[in-house]
């Protein structure tokens, strides 16, 4: 605490000083949404006259320094009317400003030369998705999806046919920290990767950084999936509900004290598991659910204080019950089975905002993550009404993090952004634990508990990143990460250098290049690409290092008019201490022995990602296309030699497109392309009743497959059509919004897998397909 006092006393220090010496002022506040007041981050506040200035933070503060006298500021966020104060800048000014949403997007005027983010942000390959085109999206059974949407960007893929799991530029779905409000989220699937967790109308906006990471972000590999979550409207109560398909959802907000505490509830759930009931026989139900809710209240105490308290929880739940009764020897006897399957993430942040002075924010954030997945099952066998038999089982897996953290944004001087902080975790693995207990009235009774004992880690980290003007067009972003992973008597350590640059060629053109080196502790046994419930987080050990890559990019943004953009990036990224099953080794449900069952070795991805975006008018989208390839390497795998990822793909395709035709309607349209995954099949099949040493051989009667390579087929390319659209009619008290929307809608018969069979006693390769169109349906209502 004494260090922490004599630090804060050297910047205030350093305040005064600045001041005396340099004759100039500060204008310090919040930029808000005037009609709910939440807060907009990275709004644009900058002098008319000379173009000095800054972005508000993710907590919607900015702070801006300037020479004493009148100044022309300029308040400005991309589908928010502009606004100017002429300030008579005399001393240091709070001023807060609230910003109105525009009718049309085409309608927004920017004074001056307005900023365009893509251009003048020292950040590369960094994505900003708003949920409006989330939601105007076509959407899989009228579910709207963040993580789908993700997944039309370029240098992102999805694992398999609908699922919700990201593939960022050759990394696999364990490398990406997705952040909620700060909390990481450890499982981000519901229904085995269909759906994500996250609930679009608790959303507020949504950050992909695919490379170039700030210095605040580490722990992964390939990719930071930053969430935020809803404050609540601090103005009036609004509320909605949507019933589809397969769900139902709501969500309400409203101020609890107008302009100073606010709350947002959004919750949905699904209802397979209710229709299907009425067709069960008497003696059998069963079923499968899923749910989410999330819940957000913010306080302010004043001007300079401000309390935020969120949580969310979701769950996937199977259930069967079997109880069957029948005469014999002229008694009852009955038997019950009852076997619950359930998985899910309870998440929880409080954070609180503290402005020390009108250059220093600060924010202290104390969080709790959890995720669970559970067996539970039980047997009963009663005669004559008593008890002869009953077993249970249970089972039980999960990570739970608690972590402590305190961030710092500094503004110096109008060419310095500085950020810096600093986080502990105390991360419990439970690797999987499982209990039996049997009796029966003719036998002794079981009753034992086995499995891995949980693992108890300690991570602590810091960091310090400035967001630094050298000149008019050139600017920098130069940080240091730092890392400590302590974990049963071993420890690991990283020192982790990122930098971006940004030269501005003219007020259409900037040229960007980025490097960063990040390190992950943590690993994911895993069997499938679909995001199973029962895959295992492990920390390092001993044995099996942290994960490390090393990732640098070049690229362009080109904006030859208003609200359009051409980016084109360049990327090459080394992996090292990756993870791969050994020849026949599997995993399912325990960590026991895992050591031994995998090889570490390194991977290499490499590619172009080309973008074009336009963002305002009565048509918005984009398309992407990336030509990548990501190849793996093991010693005692594929013969040592490099073989392509399971999730590397030549070439990608994204179209997205949504068009206003008036207040009434809108049309969404998303196309996908994508060459087919990688898989192994054997090259050979040899009849044979004597079979040397083969790195790979297996034997099937007397024949055995030899397999050239691994991953040494292709499935067929994969690509559809989607296509969503929305009739709204204002009622006397809110909006109705019918959404019709079609999946697959050209009906293409996409490879989920392949597999061996045989036709005419000739064996032939089939393949599996998951789904055909499907149109779906969903009715809106908001007040």
Same mark, same amino acid.
């Given at each position: 605490?004494?260090?922490?006092?004599?630090?804060?006393?050297?910047?205030?220090?350093?305040?005064?000083?600045?001041?005396?010496?340099?004759?100039?002022?500060?204008?310090?506040?919040?930029?808000?949404?005037?009609?709910?007041?939440?807060?907009?981050?990275? =709004?644009?506040?900058?002098?008319?006259?000379?173009?000095?200035?800054?972005?508000?933070?993710?907590?919607?503060?900015?702070?801006? @320094?300037?020479?004493?006298?009148?100044?022309?500021?300029?308040?400005?966020?991309?589908?928010?009317?502009?606004?100017?104060?002429?300030?008579?800048?005399?001393?240091?000014?709070?001023?807060?400003?609230?910003?109105?949403?525009?009718?049309?997007?085409?309608?927004?005027?920017?004074?001056?030369?307005?900023?365009?983010?893509?251009?003048?942000?020292?950040?590369?390959?960094?994505?900003?998705?708003?949920?409006?085109?989330?939601?105007?999206?076509?959407? !899989?059974?009228?579910? =709207?999806?963040?993580?789908?949407?993700?997944?039309?960007?370029?240098?992102?893929?999805?694992?398999?046919?609908?699922?919700?799991?990201?593939?960022?530029?050759?990394?696999?779905?364990?490398?990406?920290?997705?952040?909620?409000?700060?909390?990481?989220?450890?499982?981000?699937?519901?229904?085995?990767?269909?759906?994500?967790?996250?609930?679009?109308?608790?959303?507020?906006?949504?950050?992909?950084?695919?490379?170039?990471?700030?210095?605040?972000?580490?722990?992964?590999?390939?990719?930071?999936?930053?969430?935020?979550?809803?404050?609540?409207?601090?103005?009036?109560?609004?509320?909605?509900?949507?019933?589809?398909?397969?769900?139902?959802?709501?969500?309400?907000?409203?101020?609890?004290?107008?302009?100073?505490?606010?709350?947002?509830?959004?919750?949905?759930?699904?209802?397979?598991?209710?229709? =299907?009931?009425?067709?069960?026989?008497?003696?059998?139900?069963?079923?499968?659910?899923?749910?989410?809710?999330? =819940?957000?209240?913010?306080?302010?105490?004043?001007?300079?204080?401000?309390?935020?308290?969120?949580?969310?929880?979701?769950?996937?739940?199977?259930?069967?019950?079997?109880?069957?009764?029948?005469?014999?020897?002229?008694?009852?006897?009955?038997?019950?089975?009852?076997?619950?399957?359930?998985?899910?993430?309870?998440?929880?942040?409080?954070?609180?905002?503290?402005?020390?002075?009108?250059?220093?924010?600060?924010?202290?954030?104390?969080?709790?993550?959890?995720?669970?997945?559970?067996?539970?099952?039980?047997?009963?066998?009663?005669?004559?009404?008593?008890?002869?038999?009953?077993?249970?089982?249970?089972?039980?897996?999960?990570?739970?993090?608690?972590?402590?953290?305190?961030?710092?944004?500094?503004?110096?001087?109008?060419?310095?952004?500085?950020? !810096?902080?600093?986080?502990?975790?105390?991360?419990? !693995?439970?690797?999987?634990?499982?209990?039996?207990?049997?009796?029966?009235?003719?036998?002794?009774?079981? $009753?034992?508990?086995?499995?891995?004992?949980?693992?108890?880690?300690?991570?602590?980290?810091?960091?310090?990143?400035?967001?630094?003007?050298?000149?008019?067009?050139?600017?920098?972003?130069?940080?240091?990460?730092?890392?400590?992973?302590?974990?049963? $008597? @071993?420890?690991?350590?990283?020192?982790?250098?990122?930098?971006?640059?940004?030269?501005?060629?003219?007020?259409?053109?900037?040229?960007?290049?980025?490097?960063?080196?990040?390190?992950?502790?943590?690993?994911?046994?895993?069997?499938? @690409?679909?995001?199973?419930?029962?895959?295992?987080?492990?920390?390092?050990?001993?044995?099996?290092?942290?994960?490390?890559?090393?990732?640098?990019?070049?690229?362009?943004?080109?904006?030859?008019?208003?609200?359009?953009?051409?980016?084109?990036?360049?990327?090459?990224?080394?992996?090292?201490?990756?993870?791969?099953?050994?020849?026949?080794?599997?995993?399912?449900?325990?960590?026991?022995?895992?050591?031994?069952?995998?090889?570490?070795?390194?991977?290499?991805?490499?590619?172009?990602?080309?973008?074009?975006?336009?963002?305002?008018?009565?048509?918005?989208?984009?398309?992407?296309?990336?030509?990548?390839?990501?190849?793996?390497?093991?010693?005692?795998?594929?013969?040592?030699?490099?073989?392509?990822?399971?999730?590397?793909?030549?070439?990608?395709?994204?179209?997205?497109?949504?068009?206003?035709?008036?207040?009434?309607?809108?049309?969404?349209?998303?196309?996908?392309?994508?060459?087919?995954?990688?898989?192994?099949?054997?090259?050979?099949?040899?009849?044979?009743?004597?079979?040397?040493?083969?790195?790979?051989?297996?034997?099937?009667?007397? @024949?055995?497959?030899?397999?050239?390579?691994?991953?040494?087929?292709?499935?067929?390319?994969?690509?559809?059509?989607?296509?969503?659209?929305?009739?709204?009619?204002?009622?006397?008290?809110?909006?109705?919004?019918?959404?019709?929307?079609?999946?697959?809608?050209?009906?293409?018969?996409?490879?989920?897998?392949?597999?061996?069979?045989?036709?005419?006693?000739?064996?032939?390769?089939?393949?599996?397909?998951?789904?055909?169109?499907?149109?779906?349906?969903?009715?809106?209502?908001?007040?």
């Amino acid at each position: 605490m004494k260090y922490y006092l004599i630090f804060l006393s050297l910047f205030i220090w350093g305040e005064v000083v600045l001041h005396a010496q340099k004759n100039q002022f500060t204008i310090s506040g919040y930029v808000s949404d005037v009609e709910t007041g939440e807060k907009l981050l990275n =709004a644009n506040v900058y002098e008319a006259e000379n173009l000095t200035g800054t972005i508000s933070n993710t907590y919607g503060f900015y702070s801006l @320094t300037l020479p004493k006298g009148k100044h022309t500021v300029v308040f400005s966020y991309v589908g928010y009317k502009t606004i100017q104060k002429e300030i008579d800048l005399q001393a240091d000014l709070t001023l807060n400003v609230d910003l109105a949403p525009n009718g049309k997007l085409e309608e927004v005027t920017v004074v001056g030369k307005a900023r365009e983010s893509k251009l003048t942000d020292t950040q590369m390959s960094t994505e900003v998705v708003s949920m409006e085109t989330v939601k105007n999206l076509p959407s !899989f059974m009228g579910e =709207a999806d963040v993580m789908k949407t993700l997944q039309l960007l370029p240098g992102v893929q999805s694992g398999s046919e609908s699922s919700s799991g990201l593939y960022v530029r050759g990394g696999g779905p364990d490398q990406n920290l997705i952040l909620l409000d700060g909390t990481p989220v450890y499982n981000a699937n519901h229904l085995f990767g269909f759906f994500s967790v996250f609930n679009a109308d608790a959303i507020k906006n949504v950050t992909l950084y695919k490379g170039g990471f700030p210095a605040r972000f580490g722990g992964r590999l390939s990719s930071v999936v930053d969430i935020k979550m809803k404050e609540g409207n601090e103005k009036e109560f609004h509320g909605g509900m949507q019933v589809g398909l397969i769900a139902s959802k709501f969500f309400v907000e409203g101020p609890i004290k107008e302009d100073k505490t606010a709350f947002h509830i959004s919750g949905r759930r699904t209802y397979i598991d209710l229709l =299907a009931r009425p067709f069960m026989h008497n003696e059998e139900t069963g079923g499968y659910f899923f749910y989410d809710l999330n =819940a957000k209240v913010n306080h302010k105490f004043s001007d300079k204080s401000r309390l935020y308290i969120s949580a969310y929880t979701g769950r996937d739940k199977a259930y069967s019950e079997y109880d069957e009764t029948d005469s014999w020897d002229g008694k009852n006897n009955t038997y019950k089975d009852k076997s619950k399957l359930y998985w899910g993430n309870l998440t929880t942040a409080l954070r609180w905002n503290y402005i020390f002075t009108n250059k220093l924010f600060s924010n202290t954030t104390v969080t709790y993550s959890q995720y669970q997945f559970r067996v539970n099952s039980t047997q009963e066998t009663l005669e004559h009404k008593q008890t002869t038999e009953d077993t249970y089982y249970n089972y039980k897996s999960g990570i739970n993090d608690v972590s402590y953290k305190i961030d710092f944004d500094w503004y110096p001087t109008p060419a310095h952004d500085v950020k !810096f902080g600093a986080n502990y975790t105390y991360h419990t !693995f439970k690797p999987g634990v499982e209990v039996l207990k049997a009796n029966n009235i003719e036998e002794q009774p079981v $009753n034992t508990v086995f499995g891995d004992q949980d693992i108890y880690a300690h991570e602590v980290t810091g960091y310090i990143e400035d967001n630094m003007k050298i000149t008019s067009r050139l600017k920098a972003n130069v940080g240091l990460h730092v890392s400590g992973f302590n974990v049963e $008597n @071993t420890f690991y350590s990283s020192f982790e250098p990122r930098a971006s640059l940004r030269y501005l060629a003219t007020d259409k053109l900037t040229f960007k290049m980025a490097y960063a080196r990040m390190q992950q502790y943590i690993h994911l046994l895993s069997n499938s @690409t679909i995001g199973l419930p029962t895959d295992l987080w492990v920390p390092v050990t001993k044995k099996i290092k942290p994960m490390v890559s090393h990732q640098m990019a070049l690229g362009t943004v080109y904006s030859p008019r208003k609200g359009y953009s051409i980016s084109l990036e360049g990327y090459y990224k080394e992996m090292d201490n990756l993870i791969e099953y050994k020849e026949g080794a599997s995993f399912f449900g325990s960590s026991q022995g895992w050591e031994e069952k995998v090889e570490m070795g390194e991977g290499r991805s490499y590619g172009a990602e080309l973008l074009l975006k336009k963002e305002t008018g009565k048509t918005t989208g984009w398309i992407g296309y990336t030509l990548s390839k990501t190849d793996r390497k093991f010693d005692n795998i594929n013969f040592g030699k490099y073989f392509p990822a399971r999730y590397d793909r030549r070439h990608d395709v994204s179209v997205a497109v949504t068009h206003k035709f008036s207040d009434k309607i809108d049309l969404g349209i998303s196309w996908v392309y994508g060459t087919g995954n990688a898989i192994t099949l054997p090259s050979n099949t040899i009849a044979t009743l004597e079979i040397n040493h083969s790195d790979y051989g297996s034997y099937e009667g007397n @024949t055995v497959q030899y397999f050239d390579q691994r991953n040494n087929y292709r499935m067929p390319d994969y690509h559809r059509l989607d296509v969503g659209i929305n009739f709204h009619k204002v009622k006397k008290h809110g909006v109705r919004t019918w959404n019709i929307s079609v999946y697959n809608a050209y009906n293409r018969k996409n490879p989920f897998f392949l597999y061996v069979g045989e036709k005419d006693d000739v064996k032939v390769l089939k393949q599996v397909s998951l789904f055909p169109i499907l149109p779906s349906v969903s009715y809106t209502y908001k007040f």
